[in-house]
């Protein structure tokens, strides 16, 4: 069975540091991964995709993951974090196989809090 | 392009009342998928549905029906409404030709059940 862990429900940094968002996944296939976003009262909007191609992904708003088969993690991160980078960010992960049907499995979400 | 939209955005059920809540993607997608969503547990498959006429479940069916009768809309039925249902409900849709199945999603829906 595949499985995707966020570690950190809640991660907390001030404006202009570093974001680091923490995702380990487990599958014993190669993994298509992804990075969603969800601000307060709307759905989900990708941020980034791996697959297969790059190790390192650039996504939309500065942010960026990397792609670790040895470590298995997927982790997201931004030079210097935003106002408006406070959301909710889910990592997802799905077979590559053709028979997932493109099912997603996420992690639980980690809540980031920017502070001035 | 409006891509998926959801109907109602809130509603309160009373326990025992039934409901369906409407999904609609205009981007000719084949495949649609239910998801609900809870505080700290990230998002769970309810059902979805890879063409008109072809539903599966997915890791929580229970106590939810589906139908897909067309290729825009995906309407997820909630029959004898219990406070386990209160959560937010979320549509996604992709394209099979996609290499990656890239998920689209609706705004959402939050239900109560009192």
């Known amino acids: 069975a595949q499985s995707v862990t966020q570690l950190g429900s809640h991660v907390s940094v001030s404006e202009g540091a570093l974001v680091l968002l923490r995702c380990n996944y487990s599958?014993?296939?190669?993994?298509?991964l992804f990075w969603y976003v969800q601000y307060p009262n709307q759905g989900l909007q990708l941020l980034l995709k791996y697959t297969s191609a790059a190790t390192l992904v650039k996504g939309i708003n500065g942010f960026e993951a990397e792609f670790k088969k040895s470590e298995t993690s997927f982790h997201l991160t931004k030079p210097s974090a935003h106002m408006s980078d406070a959301a909710e960010y889910f990592c997802?992960?799905?077979?590559?196989?053709?028979?997932?049907?493109?099912?997603?499995?996420f992690g639980q979400g980690t809540i980031l809090t920017v502070h001035p | 392009n409006a891509g998926v939209t959801q109907t109602p955005k809130f509603r309160i059920l009373k326990i025992g009342q039934s409901m369906t809540l409407q999904c609609t993607q205009d981007?000719?997608?084949?495949?649609m998928y239910w998801y609900r969503q809870d505080p700290g547990m990230g998002l769970k498959l309810i059902y979805y549905?890879?063409?008109?006429?072809?539903?599966d479940k997915g890791e929580v069916p229970n106590g939810y029906n589906v139908s897909r009768s067309t290729t825009e809309d995906f309407p997820l039925r909630l029959e004898l409404a219990a406070p386990s249902q209160t959560s937010v409900y979320f549509c996604?849709?992709?394209?099979?030709?996609?290499?990656?199945?890239?998920?689209?999603f609706g705004p959402g829906t939050r239900l109560t059940v009192t």
């Open positions: 549905s890879v063409g008109a006429g072809i539903t």
């Open positions: 996604a849709s992709s394209y099979s030709a996609s290499p990656s199945y890239e998920q689209y």
């Open positions: 997802a992960l799905r077979n590559a196989g053709g028979t997932s049907y493109g099912k997603l499995t």
């Open positions: 981007m000719n997608h084949n495949y």
């Open positions: 599958s014993s296939v190669p993994p298509y």
